[in-house]
């Protein structure tokens, strides 16, 4: 399975492509970051998102994309910006026809780290070691893509495992 995990932000949002399913070997198959000026007209910026976006589905044809669930934060032209960013990846998405999953930076952390109050350094590091990297992905929204898509592919392996089951069991 191949998912497209996505960072949202708007002035950064990440992109990471993971390949794999739970229990064995995760590959790193592309990550970047794509970056939009502040000093830009917002169509302008979300536009340049969903272009990237597009094209990495274009490119890396995924099974599935991860987004980060908005959560909430104090500062609300932080949250506006990247609920923004996530609305255009999200919409990227559903256009190509691919199903689509969100997770909350505290799932996300869990499922990397086993701990959903880790760090950015501990997701990293958990990054790195799971998809044996050389380095750490920089900047941390790169990383951060890349713990969605294995949270979405352990998440959704384990969900298709009790579908399966569940489904096996009730045919008897």
Not at 43 to 61: C, K, N, Y
Not at 75 to 100: E, F, H, I, K, Y
Not at 139 to 160: E, V, Y
Request: proline residues 4%; positive net charge.
């Amino acid at each position: 399975m191949r998912v497209l995990g996505i960072d949202p932000g708007l002035t950064r949002c990440g992109l990471g492509v993971v390949e794999g399913t739970a229990g064995r070997r995760l590959d790193m198959v592309a990550v970047d970051v794509v970056r939009t000026s502040a000093g830009t007209p917002l169509g302008e910026r979300l536009m340049t998102l969903e272009s990237a976006v597009t094209a990495w589905i274009d490119e890396h044809h995924p099974d599935t994309v991860a987004v980060e669930r908005v959560f909430s934060q104090h500062n609300v032209r932080t949250v506006m910006g990247t609920a923004q960013a996530s609305g255009v990846a999200v919409l990227a998405a559903v256009r190509q026809g691919l199903p689509l999953s969100s997770y909350t930076p505290s799932e996300v952390k869990a499922a990397v780290t086993g701990h959903g109050r880790a760090d950015k350094s501990q997701v990293a590091a958990m990054v790195v070691r799971l998809l044996r990297l050389d380095q750490r992905p920089r900047p941390a929204d790169a990383s951060d893509a890349l713990a969605l898509a294995i949270c979405a592919l352990w998440r959704g392996s384990a969900q298709a495992r009790l579908l399966a089951a569940v489904t096996a069991g009730g045919s008897r």
